[in-house]
């Protein structure tokens, strides 16, 4: 049984349904990240006791917690956990060191050895000087750190922070998360951390579990997943574009509508040729490019990729496209291409430069054919789950 937290069990809230299995190890901060309604804060509820396993198990600190159906089932209290809520949830009547003491109050600790125990709490955080001050007068970085100290004052074996960074402005969100991390460096139980911020993410996190649609549809380093994401959301967070194949044979995939594309298998280590173990013929996969790598040419073009005339067969990795759409910002040019000859078939993202346009005869406009190269070279694939 793990000494940090373990969770393998489907929840359903009202009309939502979702299965989680992960593991967090003591001493390891895990980050879950994805979009609104994917299920984050359904896990965070899970553990944290105020919505029931489905089925399934969860430890927490190395003891059974939850089994459902029909099982254990541990109060909130009883979970020993440290929560950090998104809105931090201080008590406007107390005094920030009241605040902290308040989770041993209400474990039965004494008046002054809660205070105590708060004050070196506050002091570790370096916001001893604000002891006496209620929440209406603390910033919004201030307040995160009350939070933080009352979740970790009661020694928890397990600590969920739910979107600690969302409330900060943009000037103190660099400084704040800076100083998160070096907590949770610290702290010696397992962290899991919720947030729809890639940055918070990659920033606190030695892991990151991607939720969508009630599932964990990756989990790795934050190095591996920017190397290889495995859903077209992921590859957006991270600056590729992508679509769904079939593994032929290493290094070669195809794709029902555009036929072969070749690339390199990464694995949990976000590494060439380092495959997770899973990945065989005909394995799921998600190839993914980084926008700024693909190349456009225009039909007939005589370029780097050869005479590509319409009549005459591509280069591997090469099809016609349609521009169908063009959103030029201060640096670049993002043009959306719908690959081959159907609707159906899939779409990336191009990150061109700004001058691209005065680089093609009658410049790029949308609803024009174009024939667009992904290079070997800089295509990943990497395993669905």
Excluded: C
């Excluded at 944290?48 to 089925?55: I, P, S, T, Y």
């Excluded at 079939?246 to 690339?263: F, M, N, Y």
């Excluded at 719908?338 to 609803?367: K, M, N």
């Amino acid at each position: 049984m793990s000494a940090g937290l373990a969770i393998r069990a489907s929840v359903a809230v009202g009309g939502f349904h979702a299965s989680y299995e992960l593991e967090v190890r003591p001493g390891e901060v895990l980050a879950v990240l994805g979009p609104n309604g994917a299920g984050k804060s359904t896990l965070l509820r899970a553990i944290a006791g105020l919505a029931a396993l489905e089925r399934g198990t969860l430890e927490l600190g190395g003891r059974l917690a939850e089994e459902a159906p029909g099982g254990v089932r541990l109060g909130a209290r009883e979970r020993q956990l440290g929560v950090v809520f998104q809105d931090y949830v201080l008590f406007g009547h107390l005094s920030a060191l009241d605040n902290v003491a308040f989770g041993l109050r209400a474990r039965g600790i004494g008046r002054g050895e809660a205070r105590r125990v708060a004050a070196e709490w506050l002091e570790r955080l370096g916001i001893h000087d604000l002891a006496s001050r209620r929440p209406a007068q603390l910033s919004g970085g201030q307040a995160q750190k009350v939070a933080l100290a009352r979740a970790l004052a009661t020694s928890p074996r397990v600590l969920l922070l739910d979107e600690p960074l969302s409330a900060l402005d943009v000037e103190s969100r660099s400084e704040v998360r800076a100083e998160l991390r070096r907590v949770l460096a610290d702290f010696e139980g397992a962290t899991l951390v919720v947030t729809h911020d890639p940055a918070d993410a990659a920033a606190l996190a030695d892991r990151i579990a991607i939720v969508e649609g009630g599932a964990i549809t990756q989990l790795s380093t934050p190095e591996a997943i920017a190397a290889g994401p495995a859903t077209a959301y992921v590859a957006a967070l991270v600056g590729r574009t992508g679509f769904e194949v079939e593994l032929r044979e290493p290094g070669l995939a195809t794709h029902s509508d555009l036929g072969e594309i070749r690339g390199h298998l990464v694995g949990q280590a976000g590494a060439p040729g380092e495959s997770d173990g899973r990945a065989g013929p005909g394995e799921p996969l998600f190839a993914s490019i980084r926008t700024d790598r693909l190349e456009l040419v225009l039909p007939g073009a005589d370029d780097a990729l050869g005479p590509v005339a319409q009549a005459r067969p591509l280069a591997p990795n090469t099809w016609h496209a349609e521009v169908l759409r063009l959103e030029r910002d201060l640096g670049s040019v993002t043009a959306t291409l719908l690959l081959g000859e159907e609707q159906t078939t899939p779409r990336l993202t191009a990150r061109l430069p700004l001058d691209t346009g005065s680089r093609i005869p009658g410049g790029l406009r949308e609803r024009q054919s174009v024939i667009v190269h992904l290079p070997p070279a800089h295509v990943a694939f990497a395993a669905t789950r």
